[in-house]
Structure formats: structure tokens, C-alpha cells
């Protein structure tokens, strides 16, 4: 065999951009929903387009401190009387006289019959005697009632993620109460004879088991309910009790390790007596061995055991089924280009992402270098990364000084 392909690859391997369309397939997303307060909200995905019942601004207000007047009275240079003070919280309430301002703070509502407002800084004071530079035009530093939004406008489409900027959006337009998808229950289970869990002593052979705090981590940002249910031995019978106990209880059963060949034999008998499993071959380092498949109404995803390679699975395999799942719009993966500070080996066959640290040079270049080791039994690369050096199945080797295609990680990862 030639070294200078990836012996891994074969040529029915299917390139990871293709598969998720088609492992999104067997994916309905769950159409309950739930009402939260906003207070509860972050994070949540919108069940309902939210409108405004009300305008935005709600009225005419003050851009500036300063002075409100009427632009028509002074069009040069010149002195008004200070008839009355408009701050926020406390409008001005009395009437609009002929030559006069209105002493007024950012926020204050412009009173009727005012339609402009001159800076402080543009103003000579003297008692009640006001010598202001004229604006340039009629309604400057003032924002309109209804200028930022109508009554009936769409403010939020349904699918949209909670974040801090919607919060506050939504509080904007007087919404305290709102309706969401629920979350997804996903019960998840590390597979492996050689798994301890931490606190306990190891045995010769045996290694902790930290996939399932990774993926934890990885579920908790992707806003699940989660279902720990431990370490299960490589045994059919334990196998079977964890999948039945787990699909009873969760919309995706989640588990690592015993996909690979020969301990796949466990989970595929299981789940061809309890359901059904699909082995995809994906053109894909790290995690080549992904499992999908459906028992009872529950979505099965199996990840690979080696702690990178779950990770990197999860992220690019199963978090997209989790936002369809749960409700969200579907998000397509930013993607830019980066000089490489240092060279790439790598054998073409696979599409690779390599772990890599993006950040930019003194003139503001962007350039991005691999975390070191790339072995998909040390977790120190997803440590150390905050990006993925995406390679293209044929690329081979790539010198420093390219430009490599960069996925730079989202707040999953971060
Ligand atoms: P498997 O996919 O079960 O063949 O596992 C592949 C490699 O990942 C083996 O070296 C396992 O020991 C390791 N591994 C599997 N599960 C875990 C886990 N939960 N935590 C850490 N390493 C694991
Ligand atoms: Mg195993």
C-alpha cells in the first residue's frame, strides 16, 4: 500500500458535509413547547414570532442633554427663554410658547410643539437666557416615536436562540412571558470494560473514564436536559438494560465507545433485537466509526470511545441533530481563511480537523497553527484549540505560509 494515502480511507467513505443532511433526515424536531419567564429564557429556543405591541421608541425623545426648541424660531444664532425642564421619567407638561427651550436630559420626551434639540455644548446660559448655535436641520438628536419599530412589527422569528442581546430585546417591548421549545432529554452512558469512574482506584488496564464529563460539558451548552447513566460494561445484557432504561427516558440516547469493529458487535445485536442501527462510514479524522439508528422512539447516536474523536463527532455530527431536535434554525458553520504558521502532514482520503489555534498578527493578519499532537486519545488538542484546521479529502501535506480553510469553534465549544 502506498504511505502516501490515508489507510484509512476508502473510496465509499462519505464526506461529512453530506452525511448530516442525511443523518438530519431522521431527525423530528420535538413540537412541544412550553411558556417560561423571560428571566428563565436564556438559552431557550422560540416557539412563537414575537411582534411588538408597542412602538419603539414609545415617544419622541431626546438623542443628547441639552435643549429642545422649535427649529423654526432660530435659524441664526441667537437667545430663547428657558421655560421648563424635561428629564427622563419626568416629561415636561406645560405648553409650547413661541421663542422658548426646554432644559432636557438623553431619554427625556420632547414635548409637543418642540422639534429639535441643540447639545449643551452649544449653548451660552444665562438665567433663564439661552444664546444657542442652531442645528442644521429640523428633528436633530431626536428620536422619533416609532423610529426603531412599528406596532405589528416581527421582532423574533420562532427558532431563534436566547441569548443576552434577545433578552433584552424582548424586554424592550414589555414581553415577560414567552413560549419555548422544550428542551431535549438525552440520556448518555460511557462503554468499556477498561472504564473507571473518577474517585476510584485503577486497576492494571484500566483507564478513568472522561468522555462522559466531556460530553456532559458538550450537552449542558448545547441547552439539553441530560441523563447520566454511567459506565456499562462491554456486555450484551448491561448494554441491553442501559438502552431500554435510556430510551424509556430520552429523546436521543448518547453513549461512547464499542463502535469500533469487533465491540460493535454489542451494540449492533442489541439494537438489531431493540431496535435498529446504522454504521457510518464517514471520510472523516478524527472519528471515522459513528453509529445512528432509532430505539423505540428515541434517536440512538453512538460516538467513537477515543476522547477527541467523541468530541469532534458530537460537535459536527450530533449537535446538528440537536438543534433541529430542539426547535433551532439551522446554523451553518462560519468558515475563513488563515495563514499557516507551521506545516501540516497529512495523507489525502479524509477530510481532517486537525485542532488549531487561530489569532492574528501585529498588522491584523489572521494565522493559525496546529495545538501540537494531533492523536485522538489526547484531549489536550480540544484543550488547547480554539478552532479547526479544516483539510479537504485530497490535500495533502501543506507548507507554513498557506491559507488554510478555518472553522473557528462556537460557544459549545468555547
Ligand atoms: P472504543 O471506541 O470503545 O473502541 O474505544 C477507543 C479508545 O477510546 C480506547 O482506547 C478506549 O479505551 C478509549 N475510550 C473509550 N471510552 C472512553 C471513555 N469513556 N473515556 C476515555 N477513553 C475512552
Ligand atoms: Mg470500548
Redesign the pocket.
Known sequence: MSMSQDPCARPQLLHPDDAVPMLLQQVIPLYETETVPLTEALGRILAEDLCSSIELPPFNNSGMDGYAYRFADLLAKGKLTVIGKSFAGHPYTGEYQAGSCIRIMTGATVPNGYDTVQMQEYAEVNGDQVTLEPCSEQWENVRLRGGEMMVGAKVLTSGTEIRAAEMGIIATIGISHLRVFRRARVAFF???D??RPVGSELAPGQ?Y????YSIKGLLIKAGVEWIDLGVIKDDPEAIRQAFREAAARADMVLT?????VG?ADFTKQVLDEEGKITFWKLAMKPGKPFAMGKIGEAIFCGL????VSSMVTFYKLVLPLLRKLQGHNAVTPLQIKAVLTSAIRKKPGRVEYQRGILNHNIDGTLQVSTTGSQDS?QLSSMHLANCFIVLEQQQGNTAAGELVTVEPFNSVLC
Do not use: A, K, Y
Open positions: 460511557s462503554t468499556g477498561e472504564l483507564i473514564d472522561s468522555n462522559r461512547s465507545g464499542g463502535v469500533s465491540e467513537p470511545g477515543n476522547p486519545s
